[in-house]
């Protein structure tokens, strides 16, 4: 319902503007007419009388150079609208390396994160970052509905959240590591929840777009390219901007790590960033200093708080939660432990339970 809103939002600003811009152009021509019928009645060749002739054939001009040239322009942006059998991989980092404004990609994960891609892509990127240009990158939620969705649609082929994940930690170390914290400021990347419906690879004013294909990978899909202002670009472009404010967008810090506060009888606390997965709607957490500080002061005698909603969180009210140690290894440890591994690329050798104080696990 609130797409649909907010898609229908969409049309009546277009055609708000539309309005706006006749409501301008028949303003401008009834000014330009009264300017030119002043001039040609004026009963003294004075001043006055020249600067409204003036201003009246320039204005008379202006409109009409308006009127004839605007389609002409608009069906030569529409010409230069191309097919590709598929996404041209090796075009886009080029124009990511050259690009002045803007990058946007939205998709579920992308190949360019991905061998043979990755660190040509990589480079590319903070080659853009070190111009100051934007890149916005939006993948799908690994662990949402639409998520295995995607993966009925393609008929388990693919291992959709696998493959966002590994995407999510492409980045994060790219983030992390390879660039600093100006450059930084520049990239954004999110995921979203909504159900995957178009392909959005944008450098300035030309994207690549197209819709996703069942059964079939769309970046090997055919593929539009086109100039952003174009109406099927202008679409797309709504539909990025729509999933990037959605309220259940999150960033990939928000995904990757959440900070924990811990309390102690004494009143001391300590706060601590840690990676987490959900099961079941219970809460794994593994940090070493996190581990060292819980068997320093002892298990029993510590609660906890997120400082921050972790991602997929329904709690609206701010839960407190104590501690246990995780110690089966079997069926249990070994599905968080492999989960870790997806999410992080890494299993750690401890984790923490969080039970919560109501009783909720």
Known sequence: MIHKLRNSNSVVDSLVRRKRQTLTVGWLAAVSLVLVVYAYYG????????????????????????LIFNPLVEQVRTA????????DFDAFIEHVASSRGI???????????????????????????NRNVV????????????????????????????????????????????????????????IYAASPSVMFYRWDNRAYLSFFAIGRLAEYTPKLETFVTTPWADFVRLRFEELWNDPTTVNIEQY?????????????SAEFDVEYVTLEDVYYVASSPLIRFVL?????????????????????????????MLEDWGGLGQSILEFFQSKYGHGPTEFLCLVSEAGDK
């Open 103 to 129: 990058i946007c990609v939205l998709t579920t994960w992308t190949n360019l994160l991905e061998d043979p891609y990755r660190q040509r892509f990589l480079s590319a990127m903070k080659s853009a970052l």
């Open 256 to 268: 990757l790590r959440v900070p924990l506060v811990v309390h102690d009888r004494l009143g001391m």
């Open 296 to 324: 320093r002061h002892g298990i029993d005698n510590l609660t906890a708080k997120f400082n921050g909603p972790p991602h997929g969180s329904t709690n609206i009210i701010e839960m407190e939660y104590t501690f246990r």
């Open 80 to 87: 230069t609208t191309h097919e590709h059998h598929r996404l």
């Open 43 to 66: 009963l003294h060749r004075d001043f006055w009388v020249a600067l409204a002739l003036s201003l009246g054939t320039n204005l008379l001009i202006v409109i009409a150079t308006y």
């Open 135 to 190: 890149v916005k990158i939006l993948l799908l939620d690994p662990q949402s509905r639409a998520a295995e969705m995607r993966s009925e649609e393609l008929r388990w082929r693919e291992d959709v959240s696998g493959s966002i994940m590994a995407n999510l930690r492409t980045l994060d170390q790219f983030r992390g590591q390879d660039i600093n914290e100006q450059l930084r400021l520049h990239l954004e990347v999110r």
